[in-house]
C-alpha cells in the first residue's frame, strides 16, 4: 500500500538554526513530490515540487528538498530559519490518481 | 476572485443536523479537490472533480457525505446527519490540469472550520 511518512510530528529550532524536515514514502513508483506550508488560519501553498531532473531543488522563502530515490525520501532543508517559518509543513507525493499529503510537521521558531 | 474562497468560515452545529459548506475555485481551475483536516492528523482526501467527468469518490467516510459541483465551478460538501466525528477543519482546493495530472499544484482555499455539539 501507498503511504508517506512525516516522522517528526513536532519540530522547535532557534530563528537563525538550520532546518531539516523528513519525509519518507513508499510507493510502487516514483512519485511526483511537493512541499506545502500551511500557516495558522490559512489554507496550505506550495513550497516546492520535484518532476525529475536535478535532486536538489529551490523553492519559495529560502527553501530546498533533496530527493533521494535510494532512501525513498525528499526532505526539506532550509539553511537559516525566520520567525515567520513557524507553521505546519506537509510533504505530498503524488501519482495523479491518489491524493496523498503527510500527517506534517509543525514548526516552532523561538526567538 | 484571486484565490480559492470557502464559505463559511466556522460552522457550529447540533449533532444529527445537516450542513452544507461551499468552495468557490480559481476562475480556470477544472480540477476540484476536497479534503478533511483533524486534529493531529494530516489531509484525508474526500473527493476529486474533473470537469464533466465522474468524480472520484473513493475518499467519501460514509453515505452521510456527498457533494457536487454546479456548472464546473462551485462545489458544495454536504454532511447529513452531523456526528461529533465529523468535527474537522474542511479544506477544498483547485487547479488546473493539463497533461499529467499527478503534476498538478493545487491552490487551497482557508478551509470552513466544523463544530458538531
Known amino acids: 500500500a501507498q503511504s508517506v511518512t512525516q516522522p517528526d510530528i513536532h519540530i522547535t529550532v532557534s530563528e537563525g538554526a538550520s532546518l531539516e524536515l523528513r519525509c519518507n514514502y513508499s510507493y510502487g513508483a516514483t512519485p511526483y513530490l511537493f512541499w506545502y506550508v500551511q500557516s495558522p488560519g490559512q489554507g496550505l501553498q506550495l513550497l516546492l515540487k520535484?518532476?525529475?531532473?536535478?535532486?536538489l531543488v529551490q523553492g519559495i522563502k529560502g527553501f530546498e528538498a533533496e530527493f533521494k530515490r535510494s532512501q525513498s525520501s525528499f526532505n526539506l532543508r532550509k539553511p537559516s530559519v525566520h520567525w515567520s517559518d513557524a507553521a505546519e509543513y506537509f510533504c505530498?507525493?503524488?501519482?495523479?490518481?491518489?491524493?496523498?499529503f503527510g500527517t506534517g510537521t509543525s514548526l516552532t521558531v523561538i526567538p | 476572485g484571486a484565490g480559492v474562497s470557502q464559505s463559511p468560515s466556522n460552522k457550529v452545529t447540533e449533532k444529527g443536523k445537516d450542513v452544507e459548506l461551499r468552495c468557490d475555485p480559481i476562475?480556470?481551475?477544472?480540477?476540484l479537490y476536497w479534503y478533511r483536516q483533524s486534529l493531529g492528523q494530516g489531509l484525508e482526501f474526500l473527493i476529486y472533480?474533473?470537469?464533466?467527468?465522474?468524480?472520484?469518490k473513493s475518499g467519501l467516510p460514509s453515505d452521510r457525505f456527498s457533494a457536487e459541483r454546479t456548472g464546473g465551478s462551485v462545489s458544495t460538501l454536504t454532511i447529513q446527519r452531523t456526528q461529533q466525528e465529523d468535527s474537522a477543519v474542511y479544506l477544498c482546493?483547485?487547479?488546473?490540469?493539463?497533461?499529467?495530472?499527478?503534476?498538478?499544484?493545487?491552490?487551497f482555499g482557508a478551509g470552513t472550520r466544523l463544530s458538531v455539539l
Open positions: 520535484y518532476f525529475s531532473g536535478d535532486t
Open positions: 472533480f474533473q470537469g464533466n467527468s465522474a468524480p472520484d
Open positions: 476562475s480556470g481551475h477544472t480540477a
Open positions: 482546493a483547485s487547479s488546473f490540469t493539463g497533461g499529467n495530472l499527478a503534476k498538478n499544484i493545487q491552490y
Open positions: 505530498a507525493p503524488n501519482t495523479g490518481n491518489q491524493f496523498y
